[in-house]
């Protein structure tokens, strides 16, 4: 089964704090994660992805954990701003296949000031 | 360079009516999809197409048909609109394999069914 789970629904942090969402896949053939960001009324857009040959990825602020003994990958948002209050998709694909991306539900991140 | 390009951003139909939306993409990308986004329900799979001429159903494809004549379009058609139909419609492109800067996608169609 094609499936990516995400958690929290829902994420409110303090400016400054840590945000953290995660996501666990199914299929092993799954060798590309990337995270997207999306604004209101906006299209999403490619944050930060992974592939599973290392186990963290890190660009500014953010960083990808991959686990792929336990099928599980996560974002971290170190010193979260306001400007970071959007919604964060995981996705995976199998590259060696098609390059369909599978989506997670979304968790909306609200940055209070 | 005009990326993805999506029309109409909004549009309200009647239950039974019909319309296409509109995808164009100014990349030679070769692989397209049309998502839609349903709140807290992420983004599921319509269609995609590999390259001209060549489509294949994603994870929800009933209700909609789309085409691929060219590199650049890849329009979506509903036939005979329902109000589950009511949603955030995305179109995207990219290479494969999938470029660092992964999918382009466009800013989205907006459509309401009443």
């Known amino acids: 089964q094609q499936q990516v789970k995400q958690s929290p629904q829902s994420l409110i942090v303090q400016k400054g704090g840590i945000s953290i969402i995660n996501c666990a896949y199914e299929?092993?053939?799954?060798?590309?994660f990337p995270w997207y960001q999306q604004f209101p009324g906006k299209g999403p857009a490619l944050l930060i992805a992974?592939?599973?040959?290392?186990s963290e990825k890190k660009e500014g602020r953010f960083t990808i954990s991959f686990n792929k003994s336990a099928k599980q990958f996560s974002l971290h948002i170190m010193d979260s701003q306001p400007g970071d209050s959007a919604t964060y998709f995981c996705?995976?694909?199998?590259?060696?296949?098609?390059?369909?991306?599978?989506f997670g539900k979304g968790t909306k991140l609200t940055v209070n000031p | 360079n005009a990326g993805v390009t999506q029309t109409p951003k909004f549009r309200i139909l009647k239950i039974g009516q019909s319309m296409t939306l509109q995808c164009t993409q100014d990349?030679?990308?070769?692989?397209m999809y049309w998502y839609r986004q349903d709140p807290g329900m992420g983004l599921k799979l319509i269609y995609y197409?590999?390259?001209?001429?060549?489509?294949d159903k994603g994870e929800v494809p009933n209700g909609y048909n789309v085409s691929r004549s060219t590199t650049e379009d890849f329009p979506l058609r509903l036939e005979l609109a329902a109000p589950s139909q009511t949603s955030v419609y995305f179109c995207?492109?990219?290479?494969?394999?999938?470029?660092?800067?992964?999918?382009?996608f466009g800013s989205g169609t907006r459509l309401t069914v009443v």
């Open positions: 197409s590999v390259g001209a001429g060549i489509t």
């Open positions: 995207a492109s990219s290479y494969r394999p999938l470029p660092n800067y992964g999918y382009t």
């Open positions: 990349m030679n990308h070769n692989y």
């Open positions: 992974i592939r599973p040959d290392v």
């Open positions: 996705a995976a694909s199998n590259q060696g296949g098609s390059v369909k991306l599978v």
């Open positions: 299929n092993t053939a799954f060798d590309y």
